[in-house]
């Protein structure tokens, strides 16, 4: 089993710029717990990061070729492109949605995502722990561990 | 150091009804996985059920002579209740908002949450599974393993 | 066969105060009436009232128990609540929306209920006779004389 | 006393197309249904059906030179008819709006009636059985059986 | 030269109901009034009233091979009726919509017209006189005593 | 009797700029027109200017110690004047409201009148016609020749 | 194998009036260039117009008695009638709705249609050459040809 | 004459996954059965697909250095991209916009397209042959067989 | 004369927490402030917190028994309840509406507020002064000292 | 200390007109009542009303040159006059703000007010009572008597 | 050549008060800086102030008189004021409006600009020396240095 | 000091295609123009193109390594790019937005700029010359000649 994590635009910059904003955690530091985590559960993972949305679009058509599941932070595109939902949907992967900060305390706009709709879950606030929390619950899923029918309707 | 699991409205229902809509397991099953969780951090726990607004506002309002943080699950609250977010902003608790359904899903209206800009993240979308993982986000979080300063942006 | 009838918020003023909007009948009045026809059909009654949201919650979460059907005025929640709207939904039981004005009359936000979708069927602007009706169609729904099946698209 | 039944757009179709959908009961049954109940009240009723909006504000800026009361499933025309809205208001004759559906459940649109303001109450949701309630709330209510004092405000 | 006096739904009605609200002049009586000022100005006249939008619609699509323009009180089409807009649009006679009443004093949805973009001008809330207006506007306009390079922006 | 016709800002610019927009009548020469009709009904006319809202609120709470009735093209103001509107419900003055040109084939904001709902009626899109039907309404209205209670519904 | 084509209100003046707008093409010519089609593929076919909204209810009521399928430019209806898309739901026959000018370059209201959710599919923009299209569409998929489960999502 | 056919994102996925909803048919076989229309037409087609926008962008850019129309599906970024619709404007080639599916049918963001208002017409709804019709659209109207004059306005 | 003050949910935590946003004075400081206008005055007084909308709803309901009128910080509950409007509108008691904090440099959300169009005023902005105010204002109108005819319309 | 009361536009017409609605005491009595208040706190008072909306930004602007704090019923400019709103924000006086009337109770467009979210607080529905209370804020506020660190939240 | 520079409401305050945000320079230094460019590209330059939009509209009304064209900072006005784009609109001389700060970073109230639609250009954010570019703007296009005609669409 | 300039989506085709509405000036005379300014100024320039959102996101994520401010035009990015608006902001560079043509007079969705809030200051409107105005500020902002303190409210 492998999973592939997509890192959206901007997020190249995190833990270089403004690290009272991003955090001052790099990215390489991010995917370096995250291979921590697949390895403690045993699975495979990739990191990717693109600023350009068809190049995102590009690997979801691809990702089940070689993924069973995608981790997922669209950064600025979660608020703007129907193609990277319409690329999750295609695919049918199980998908998580991660997102560092807490969306709803800042612009109005970053409270509506057009992929949320799509994918399994969102986690959203917690910084870079977030991912990793990501990452176990798109694992345990997969696993079974988690029965699909257990998850409730609130 | 303790933490305090606020279950809202119908979720006494869980496992009970409609195991295809909320899943099979009952909210003391949930309950009981969390205690799991807790004792292995070494973190005290307690799980309480409401269906009443003014309850859970008065648990919240008392909850910092006692608890060190909070999850919640506010249920239909979640869209209606401005009482609760007030009494969240007001403790000024680290607090944790879970779902067990992917709010996106469901009808427009739940995509609108009072409480989440006062809390520090929202997990929603995994079943039973979402509370764990909110549950370790929280003790995590207070521990100080993660930095409050490496929360980013995105 | 027994029925559960839940007013809510301020029904209990019916008929002691502004009889030129509220009407002369008092609530037991009307719980009188109701009880009349329960029994010219042969089905029992229960007759609650609450200002509580969270007890009409608590009420519909533990119907089931011993009620085939509710009818439910829920007065000013109707247009608040999601948490009645859920109980209602989790339960299942076939239930019927009354309201003794036509909130069409009123003000602009009397006209969107949250409890109008998960109800079988809606019956607003008759005052008290609104209730005989409500019970009439739970009860004849119920027993079956009428085929839901027949139940048109407009 | 005579009532007016007036049946709107594509009602004509009952029964006949769709019976999952409009269920299996013909318009000559319901209207037979009716004429029963209006003879167990000694009343006299008149049904007819139309697809033209113009026909139908014909028939009611016509109808006080003969009925006393109007039972009215504007069917389509619910939602756009300002002209059938402004014949009832014109005419002052007691009217009650009847829906087969529960409108709630369906599109948007379908939650907006320009003819809910004028009528005495509405009735949606219980399929044909709707029409016999719409039709004892009329009669009753004109018979004076029901005094319109007593109609509240909830 | 010749003109075209069209009233709209529920016109039929005027004088004969609610002198209160629609004032004691008969359609009659208005149109009587209409062909004296014609007269005066040397002009023919024809007025007609439907309560079917496609009626309407007939009639100015029609209305170029014998009149040189129209006087429109469209009633409850004004706010619906796109056909009735197109109708005007395309036949390109100079045409006047009257309003008996201050549209603006009523119900928020009266004050939006689908027609008076299509039409040289609009009157409305001056009562029977209001035709009259229309009338010698419209004809002092066609009678080119009134430049229509005059019209101005305000 | 005397009449207070009201011109608001940019109107002092009428005829001599943009011809095609404005017409080529100035402002002196519709005041001219309208005391032509003002002396063939008798009555007296005073025409004023005004750039500003101020001045034109403090002329209508004036207006009372002289005039019986007021004509008002208020221009811009229309859009965005709640103390004229005011002032004109204060004084409670019959009052016509003009519009040179039809408001409703411009910017869509030009719809929306603060004045409308407190005037008698309103006449737009007739160019320096409109001002004279204007005054001949507010005079026969005025005068008793029209029936106010006749005044209709459409 | 049958088609009905309706023409909407307004349609009996194409190529008659306004030719810069509407074309030089009359709706006879329309309709020979229809019936060669239908010829050319062996299929009858018969072309009506009707301004009456009720009208065009009437015949797609009883459209299936005789026709397989339907081509319909709704023209004005299109933004306002559910009556004609409950009708088209109601019958349940393949539907193809044309317009002939861009509606999407004129009046924002014009972008909404009622009719496009329960047609199979629509035409815009592309003049009399539009029906063509629709009919030869509605004829390929109707025999077969092309098969239903191969139209995509996009 | 040449035609350019762009597919826009995820549509490369045709016909490989989910042939409920996307159709069996691959992408090639579109542009198999476009070619062969082409050359029944005697005209040159080239056919690309991409992800990229920008991509997207580029190619319009370039596009009237040889070809003489376009036919596009422009997918999600219908909804989303401006640069797309700016494109089209610039280059002022004949445009043909098309949609596999019935966009009217899905999510309320998917009836907007910012595309639609800068091509020649739509036709959404028809699966693949849907592209067949908006080839041979583009091809008669770019031949003179169509007169554009002939274009009408509903 | 007595009169009734309701604080609303979470005003139990003024003084105690985060008084750089609540105040330093507690609730029970604000309470003997009260108490002593209201003796000055020699007026009863009874102080009530709770934060459940029904037990306020509850309150409110039975205060006519034993008060001449109510203060009411509604707080949360201003913002989100119908229930408490409809209550104070069913007693017709006088009310005013404080606030603490100016609601108008806070969340739009706060802006709103169901409580303000049934109460005779409302006071915000002045922290605990506001209370005085709003006792002071209560007592003196109903003293009639200050004639109701009075108040004015702006 | 000196005070500024500004009154906006109509008010000089108080008590002169409309009696039921403005009540019957004139501006003069409300400024002397106002004088009064003053002298018994040792506070200078200045009362000046205007209908011109510049001449009040003209005063606000310079009223730090003597004033302490500014009593402001900017009547109908709280809805349209950003200009009053900046003054005020800019010369940073304390303000309070004055509504004779509940605006609550009158048109929507005068719930929002420009001017409430740069003042200390707001008062309205009072009648003239209000500008006492809203005088007798200002000074002790300003007096210290209150401490502006005891404003709360709600 | 002269131009004409007006400045809008509280601009007098400029650099007197809260230079934090008004910044350090007086409006008189501003005016010298601007005269400065003038003279340095030999053209005339009248600076004035005004917080009348009245006052405002007559000037611009006038300008065509003296002045080729009008640098225009509107202040307040921008948001709320038709008369000033009326007046702009009418005398058609060319117009830059300029604001001190980025418009955008404030109140959403604030990024809407009567103004702009009807001059030539916009320049917000850059303080003082956005008038300056305004000047230059201005000038260089008025003197032909700058080709209309290469004004592009983006 | 070495400025980066950007050009978006279109802007490559600027002067070949439609001189009326781009102008006849191409890209590289722009840049030739701008190289002109930054030489006089002692700046290093450098100009790119593109059509890609992401290629755009690239080049600021980079920027601050070599460039010490930023012209961009985003072109149609500007209404659709959070990724855009989100790179500015993470790298904190002086920023100023150009845009051609005066997007205030185009479609209503042109209005609307993500980028605005993150930049210093917007020139639209001015044709090439806004690029020339735009370096001139940001060349003057950044050399300290104006003092960012200097940055009014207006």
Redesign the interface.
């Known amino acids: 089993m492998e999973v592939l994590v997509i890192h959206?635009?901007?997020?190249?910059?995190?833990g270089m710029?403004?690290?009272?904003?991003?955090?001052?955690?790099k990215l390489d530091a991010i995917n370096a717990r995250l291979k921590a985590v697949a390895e403690a559960y045993g699975v495979g993972l990739e990191c990717r990061q693109?600023?350009?949305?068809?190049?995102i679009?590009?690997w979801i058509?691809r990702s089940?070729e070689r993924f069973s599941g995608i981790v997922i932070?669209p950064?600025?595109?979660t608020?703007?492109?129907?193609?990277i939902?319409?690329?999750l949907a295609?695919?049918?992967l199980p998908a998580v949605e991660v997102?560092?900060?807490?969306v709803?305390?800042?612009e109005p706009?970053r409270?509506?995502?057009y992929v949320?709709?799509v994918?399994?879950?969102?986690?959203?606030?917690?910084?870079?722990?977030?991912y990793e929390?990501a990452l176990?619950?798109l694992i345990?899923?997969l696993k079974g561990k988690?029965?699909?029918?257990?998850?409730?309707?609130?």
């Open positions: 959206g635009p901007n997020l190249q910059l995190l710029r403004e690290p009272d904003v991003y955090g001052r955690e693109s600023n350009h949305e068809g190049e679009v590009d058509g089940p932070n950064a600025a595109y608020h703007t492109s129907v193609a939902r319409d690329a295609a695919v049918r997102h560092l900060s807490n709803h305390k800042r706009f409270a509506h995502s949320a709709p994918v399994w879950g969102t986690i959203s606030g917690f910084g870079p722990l977030g929390l176990i619950a345990r899923l988690e029965n699909a029918k257990d998850e409730g309707a609130n």
